[in-house]
């Protein structure tokens, strides 16, 4: 299963079916999941884990030393889960131990050609970034969150679940969840309705977002005072506690 012409160390550490294309290579520190199949021209490198029945496609850059001045050689981590698609020209970049020193995709993620995690960023389940989405370090992504083409995302920025961004968004401020994103700089436009309804909410929870939504963006209320009201509701509708609880995480201030 594995190219005569890749390179793999005999430090790295391969599970069962393991598929390995031509000219790729894989590092010494590198531990590889079963059934996880890596096509031509990948570079896996650094202290890279990668789960099960990944796909990895051709020219994608995985576990370089971050794209930070102040990173010193230390043995930082990427930690990749399972059943994951990495379309081409991909670079995901390990942590810096000014942060956890890990950066983390989760499993079952969508991950177009061309997108780019830098250091130290969490990416939760089940998300989709589509072709040349961009995060820069320390950046945090719910499950279910769906990046659309060419979204720019600032450091430390947090995404929520269920979320969305049109193609072309700037973020510099958290988007929080269940919302929909567009523009340079994003501002809000409503809550994905679609996508929660297709993951099974229901009518009465679709209600309560959206109720909550306008207390958060149409009520003319400030942050503070529309937080409170949306804490004491998520007490009675567990559904918008997700949003009640994002709201009360520090962060760099929401989009609005």
Request: glycine content about 10%.
């Amino acid at each position: 299963m594995i190219h005569s012409t890749a390179m793999v160390h005999p430090g790295a550490q391969l599970g069962k079916n393991v598929d390995i294309g031509a000219y790729s290579i894989i590092g010494e520190h590198v531990t590889i999941g079963d059934n996880t199949w890596i096509g031509s021209h990948v570079v896996v490198t650094g202290h890279t884990t990668i789960g099960q029945d990944n796909r990895l496609f051709q020219f994608s850059s995985i576990g370089e030393a971050p794209q930070d001045k102040k990173y010193a050689g230390e043995p930082t981590r990427l930690e990749i889960g399972d059943r994951n698609t990495i379309r081409e020209f991909c670079t995901f970049n390990r942590g810096t131990t000014q942060d956890a020193g890990v950066t983390r995709l989760g499993h079952d993620n969508w991950m177009m050609a061309y997108v780019h995690l830098a250091h130290d960023c969490q990416v939760g389940n089940h998300t989709i970034f589509a072709n040349n989405a961009q995060l820069a370090g320390h950046v945090q992504v719910g499950d279910f969150a769906i990046l659309g083409g060419f979204t720019v995302v600032h450091q430390f920025v947090r995404i929520g679940a269920h979320s969305m961004t049109a193609m072309g968004s700037i973020l510099l401020k958290d988007l929080p969840p269940f919302v929909t994103a567009s523009g340079n700089t994003a501002e809000p436009h409503g809550i994905n309705s679609e996508g929660l309804k297709r993951r099974g909410f229901s009518s009465e929870a679709l209600t309560a977002i959206k109720r909550a939504y306008k207390t958060l963006y149409k009520s003319g209320l400030k942050l503070e005072e529309a937080q409170k009201i949306i804490a004491e509701e998520a007490v009675f509708l567990p559904e918008i506690s997700p949003l009640a609880n994002f709201l009360n995480e520090a962060g760099r201030g929401i989009i609005r």
